[in-house]
């Protein structure tokens, strides 16, 4: 069983940076692959980016690709998305999910555990 809890979102003005943070319980934290989801109101939730389990593969979706940066810290059971260049369109509720597979990450029915998310607010 792993819990997850996302901090670090905000309100923040276009062009502003946000890190969130993702807290894992566990201690198998390390045998996870990783992602970020977020979903914007009246939308579906969409894939962002995600980090294989070793931390040496990242994968990001075009909205975000070159803005966002996924990374994790497997000594401090936690996973970071430092995002920058943000735009209005990046306004959602931000979630970190936990996957036991180190493929098809960019699916949400991969992933095993969701956090609880935490709201991302960019203003213009």
């Known amino acids: 069983q792993v819990q997850l809890v996302e901090s670090g979102g905000g309100l923040v003005q276009a062009g502003g940076s946000l890190r969130l943070s993702c807290a894992a319980s566990g201690r198998t934290f390390s045998s996870y692959a990783m992602g970020w989801f977020r979903q914007a109101p009246g939308k579906e939730r969409e894939f962002a980016a995600a980090?294989?389990?070793?931390?040496?593969?990242?994968y990001y979706s075009d909205s975000v690709k070159g803005r966002f940066t996924i990374s994790r810290d497997n000594a401090k059971n936690t996973v970071y998305l430092q995002m920058n260049s943000l735009n209005p369109e990046d306004t959602a509720v931000y979630y970190c999910?936990?996957?036991?597979?180190?493929?098809?990450?960019?699916?949400?029915?991969?992933?095993?555990?969701w956090g609880q998310g935490t709201q991302v607010t960019v203003s213009s």
């Open positions: 980090i294989s389990w070793s931390g040496g593969s990242t």
């Open positions: 999910a936990a996957s036991n597979q180190d493929y098809g990450l960019g699916y949400e029915g991969e992933y095993d555990y």
